[in-house]
């Protein structure tokens, strides 16, 4: 499967973007799929994932403030930011994978598949 991420872009502290991650070449709906994040200097680190059971996990600093959903109908992930803060500026990848297992769904090296990436900036 091949994943296009999309959606970033520059916003205020305290703004919203959604993001889009559309998946082609395989069916959303056998895959488990997961946003991450890295900014400059850092490790890419989990941001939330949703399972082809719709079980959903964040990671701490962003619950409450984003909310990832799938369409399956459109072969396609979201991530819905709001409130956005300044530390969440970031490359934001897309990610899928169809062998998870719950336990793992927040760890990069359960993912095979990645997009290329969508920059955020969060700025005023």
């Known amino acids: 499967v091949q994943l296009q991420a999309s959606g970033g872009g520059l916003m205020q502290p305290g703004g919203s973007l959604r993001l889009a991650c559309l998946a082609s070449g395989g069916t959303l709906n056998t895959y488990d799929m997961a946003w991450f994040r890295q900014s400059a200097g850092k490790e890419r680190e989990f941001v939330a994932a949703?399972?082809?059971?719709?079980?959903?996990l964040y990671e701490d600093d962003v619950k409450g403030r984003f909310t990832i959903s799938r369409d399956n109908s459109k072969n396609t992930v979201y991530l819905q930011m709001n409130s956005l803060k300044v530390e969440d500026t970031a490359v934001y990848f897309c990610?899928?994978?169809?062998?998870?297992?719950?336990?793992?769904?927040?760890?990069?090296?359960?993912?095979?598949?990645w997009g290329q990436g969508t920059l955020v900036t969060v700025s005023s």
């Open positions: 990610a899928a994978s169809s062998r998870t297992i719950q336990s793992s769904i927040h760890m990069a090296n359960a993912y095979a598949h």
């Open positions: 949703i399972r082809r059971s719709f079980y959903t």
